[in-house]
């Protein structure tokens, strides 16, 4: 079984907040959609649990949520 193909979300400051990945990225519907991710321990950074909503993300870190991934990347 393959794994889901890993969304590049372009990003203006680096790091950013995992909360506000999710949402920028479209993982999360809202802040408090994440916070109810978070809380259910439904992602994955790097591979690794992570229930921090303010947990510092950099360019090239995957965020994992059920099948889909996504990865911060610096905008242009």
């Known amino acids: 079984m393959s794994r889901a193909p ?3 979300v372009p990003i203006v400051e680096d790091p950013i ?3 506000q990945f999710l949402k ?3 993982l999360a519907e809202h802040g408090a959609h994440a ?3 978070l809380e259910a321990e ?5 591979g690794r649990l992570e ?5 510092q993300l950099r360019a090239g870190d ?3 949520v ?6 911060p990347v610096h905008g242009t």
């Open 6 to 8: 890993i969304q590049d």
């Open 17 to 19: 907040r995992l909360g």
């Open 24 to 26: 920028l990225a479209g």
């Open 35 to 37: 916070r109810e991710l």
């Open 42 to 46: 439904e992602v994955q950074v790097n």
């Open 51 to 55: 229930t921090r909503r303010g947990a």
């Open 62 to 64: 995957v965020v994992a």
């Open 66 to 71: 059920g099948g889909q991934r996504a990865r």
